[in-house]
Every structure is written in structure tokens, then in C-alpha cells.
């Protein structure tokens, strides 16, 4: 198994392009979710999805928007960088019953924003 | 919103010494997760916390929920320095169905030979 897996490991953006960062899993994991993480600072969720077709918000959405096609890949979606957006990107993936949800996390895209 | 303090931010230990992060919030929590995260790393899951005052242990590590579960402890026996790097608590939080895991401000642990 290859995990979870991102792509790409590094980005530059200028100020209003967009991007996507893409994720994927194949652990038939149901919860798929997005953190961005600032210098020194801890994990920040951006948006998580509880199976395919199921998306919802987490604590810093603005800027961002995902789809969940399949149980495989979960990408994020920048609609107009920022400066504010320069960041670590990590996804992660579980199961989702209790006693059993361990979080796998990828590892990481190193967004820069000019 | 959930608030999830973590403290102390930063401790740097002598090789050899103990060290502990607690884990406070303002709410009552379902369950509680524990990572570590190397410099330059992912997180990486060491262990879930689910009963009240729920105690397990990892060789040197001692993880606890508290009785009312609003707070969690993580403590290092004999720290090494493979030890270094940030730890996390992260509590899922959240109605059934939808809950989602957001994570403490994290403490991080040097640790000098």
C-alpha cells in the first residue's frame, strides 16, 4: 500500500492563480480531510469528508473548496491564491468507527504565494 | 468553537529527564488523540483515548483522560533524544455522523544529549 499520497511536494503560486493539491488513499478509508499548518503553529482543518459525495467545512474553509468523486482522492481546490495561503498542506485519511479511526497523514505540499 | 489548549508550548529537556504536555478544553470531549510530529514531518498517530480516566501506556509513555474528560496528558519517562518534535493532542469533536478531528496548539519537545 502506498498510503496516502500528495501531489506535488512543492508549489509557488503568484497572487490570484489557482491550484489544486491533490490527495489520494488506498486504504478504503471513509475520512478524508485537509490541514494547513503555519510556521510554528499547529494543525488548522480546512475541510474533511465522511465518504464519497460528503463534504463539510472545518475551522478555515474561506479560500478553498474539495469534492469527494470517489473514496480514493479528495482534493483541495485554491480558487484565488493569497499571500495568507502560504502554508503546509496536509491531507489525511481513517476509518471512521470508534476505536478504529487512526489518522494517516500524507506527506505534505509546501504552498508558497507571491 | 472548540478550544483546545495545550501547554506548555515549548520545553527543552536534558536527555534523561521527564516530560509532560496537558491537553485542556472547554468542553467535553468523546475522545482524545495523541501525535507526534518530527521536525520537518507528518503527524503521526501514537494513541487514541476513548473512557474516562483512561490510562495507557507505550514503553516510556504514559497517556491520560481525565474523570470529566475535558483534558489529557501525555508524559515521557527518561526522555532520549529521539524523542524531539512536536506533540499533538487532538480531540474528535462534533455530532455523530459528522464529527471531525481538530487538533491542540501543540508542545514541542527539544531534547539535549
Known amino acids: 500500500n502506498a498510503g496516502v499520497t500528495q501531489t506535488p511536494k512543492f508549489q509557488v503560486l503568484k497572487t490570484g492563480q489557482s491550484m489544486t493539491l491533490q490527495c489520494a488513499q488506498d486504504m478504503n478509508h471513509e475520512y478524508m480531510s485537509w490541514y494547513r499548518q503555519d510556521p510554528g503553529m499547529g494543525l488548522r482543518l480546512i475541510h474533511y469528508?465522511?465518504?464519497?459525495?460528503?463534504?463539510d467545512q472545518g475551522e478555515v474553509p474561506n479560500g478553498y473548496n474539495v469534492s469527494r468523486s470517489t473514496t480514493e482522492d479528495f482534493p483541495l481546490r485554491l480558487l484565488s491564491a493569497a499571500p495568507s495561503q502560504t502554508s503546509v498542506y496536509f491531507c489525511a485519511s481513517s476509518r471512521w468507527t470508534s476505536g478504529n479511526d487512526e489518522q494517516f497523514f500524507g506527506p505534505g505540499t509546501r504552498l508558497t504565494v507571491l | 468553537g472548540q478550544q483546545v489548549m495545550q501547554i506548555p508550548q515549548y520545553q527543552h529537556v536534558q536527555e534523561g529527564e521527564d516530560f509532560t504536555t496537558y491537553c485542556n478544553s472547554s468542553t467535553t470531549l468523546s475522545n482524545i488523540q495523541w501525535y507526534k510530529q518530527r521536525p520537518g514531518g507528518h503527524p503521526v498517530f501514537l494513541i487514541q483515548l476513548v473512557k474516562s480516566g483512561e490510562v495507557k501506556k507505550q514503553k516510556r509513555l504514559t497517556f491520560q483522560f481525565g474523570e470529566a474528560k475535558k483534558n489529557s496528558s501525555l508524559h515521557i519517562t527518561a526522555t532520549q533524544t529521539t524523542d524531539v518534535g512536536t506533540y499533538f493532542c487532538a480531540p474528535k469533536v462534533g455530532n455523530t455522523g459528522f464529527q471531525k478531528l481538530v487538533f491542540g496548539t501543540g508542545t514541542r519537545l527539544l531534547v539535549s544529549p
Open positions: 469528508s465522511v465518504g464519497a459525495g460528503i463534504t
